[in-house]
């Protein structure tokens, strides 16, 4: 690994990181606040709510509708599709921009240019998650919302696997292709994809195939009721692992552009 490129790389993810960062926290703050002053209202608005419907929505979590929103909808989106774009970019951004020869120039091998990157994309998730943990974790607490602050670090937890698993795909592609637009539409489109499966197929009672979708190990065990699931996590770890050893192994030997 560089510390040259993983220096220049976290600088150029900082002012995205910091703007999404900074409109999870907004967005946290104000529905977590909205959710506790109207919490009677929307549980009798949701309570006659069919039961898989209710998970649909969100609404089955601790703390009911809102809290399932920011949890199940907003941050990971959120956070997946940075994963998804920053990922994408990562080594085929460099190839598309024709400063991937300036990097190759460098004293390091092409493993730690590729190593370099994931790097300061891991950093970066790291970060805007961290910011999104202590904004729920300080509305939980101010506006009493009924979760501890185990269970919000343990989703949180879950949350940043889910996103590094989609950035380690959008990385993959890229190294494969050399073509961002391509990564991201790739990894993107088996984000949006897997979601929809994971949340519609309990509605037709399949259940146990929403094992298949990696969105499946972030919630499926509603880590905000229950806390760590060290088993979805391993599984979350592996598929990232396994996408980045194929990235890897090809951006070693492909010939590079740029």
Same mark, same amino acid.
């Given at each position: 690994?560089?510390?040259?490129? #993983? ?11 910091? !703007? ?8 946290? $703050? *104000? ?18 709510? +069919?039961?898989? #419907? =209710?998970? *649909?929505?969100?609404?089955?979590? %601790? ?7 920011? *949890?199940?909808?907003?941050? +990971?989106? @959120? ?18 921009? !024709?400063?991937?020869?300036?990097? &190759?120039?460098? %004293? ?15 950093? @970066? ?6 910011? *999104?943990?202590?904004?729920?974790? &300080? ?6 919302? !009924?979760?501890?602050? =185990?269970?919000?670090? &343990? ?11 989609? !950035? ?11 073509? +961002?637009? $391509? ?6 489109? $088996?984000?949006?994809?897997?979601? $929809?499966?994971?949340?519609?197929? %309990? #509605? ?14 972030? =919630?499926?065990?509603? +880590? #905000? &009721?229950?806390?760590?699931? %060290? ?28």
């Amino acid at each position: 690994m560089s510390t040259d490129i #993983l220096t220049k790389d976290v600088r150029e993810r900082r002012a995205p990181v910091l !703007g999404l960062a900074a409109v999870l926290v907004v967005l946290t $703050v *104000f529905a977590l606040a909205i959710g506790a002053g109207l919490e009677d209202t929307i549980a009798d608005l949701t309570e006659s709510f +069919p039961e898989a #419907l =209710s998970a *649909f929505m969100g609404a089955d979590v %601790p703390g009911g509708y809102v809290v399932g929103e920011v *949890f199940n909808l907003i941050a +990971p989106l @959120a956070l997946v599709g940075y994963a998804v774009a920053g990922g994408a970019r990562a080594t085929a951004g460099e190839e598309e921009d !024709g400063t991937m020869a300036v990097l &190759a120039a460098q %004293p390091v091998t092409r493993t730690g240019i590729l190593a370099s990157k994931v790097g300061g994309l891991l950093l @970066a998730l790291t970060a805007a998650t961290v910011l *999104f943990w202590a904004s729920a974790a &300080a509305s939980s607490a101010l506006f009493g919302i !009924g979760l501890t602050q =185990s269970a919000i670090a &343990a989703t949180c937890l879950h949350l940043l696997m889910l996103a590094v698993t989609f !950035g380690a795909l959008a990385v993959a592609v890229g190294a494969i292709t050399g073509r +961002p637009s $391509v990564a991201a539409a790739t990894a993107g489109s $088996v984000a949006a994809l897997s979601y $929809v499966t994971n949340a519609m197929l %309990p #509605l037709a009672d399949l259940d146990g195939w929403a094992r298949l979708s990696p969105w499946y190990y972030y =919630s499926g065990n509603t +880590p #905000l &009721a229950n806390g760590l699931d %060290p088993t979805h996590l391993l599984v979350l770890a592996a598929l990232a692992a396994l996408a980045l050893i194929v990235a890897f192994s090809v951006f070693e030997r492909r010939d590079l552009k740029g």
